[in-house]
């Protein structure tokens, strides 16, 4: 199970921070990720973390969002700065099992909203 925290309300160029938990596991995940759906969009992915230590960033986000990991607790946290309108809308964790492997765990969801 995914628990996702942290949305909220935020002014342009602020900063969030959001963050998942993947409870009732006992192995870790190849990579924990987020991804976010906009109003009237397709869901995008945003970032991602390996247990590897890794990190793999949306083009869009490069330079703003810093993704990471704790793989003793199987959490993972994404630091949003420089926040902008376009980054409103629903910002889901997900995990993938293994190298290669598509993410299957999805959790429910937090909010952003960046106001102008």
């Known amino acids: 199970q995914l628990q996702a925290s942290g949305g909220g309300l935020v002014q342009d160029g602020g900063s969030l921070r959001l963050s998942c938990s993947a409870s009732g596991r006992t192995s870790q995940p190849h990579r924990m990720g987020w991804f976010r759906q906009a109003p009237g969009k397709e869901r995008e992915f945003v970032a991602a973390?390996?247990?590897?230590?890794?990190?793999y960033y949306a083009d869009a986000v490069k330079g703003r969002f810093t993704i990471s990991r704790d793989n003793a607790k199987n959490t993972v946290v994404l630091h949003m700065n420089s926040l902008k309108p376009e980054d409103t809308g629903i910002y889901y964790c997900?995990?993938?099992?293994?190298?290669?492997?598509?993410?299957?765990?999805w959790g429910h969801g937090t909010l952003v909203t960046v106001s102008s």
């Open positions: 973390a390996s247990k590897f230590g890794g990190t």
């Open positions: 997900a995990t993938a099992p293994g190298m290669g492997e598509a993410y299957d765990s």
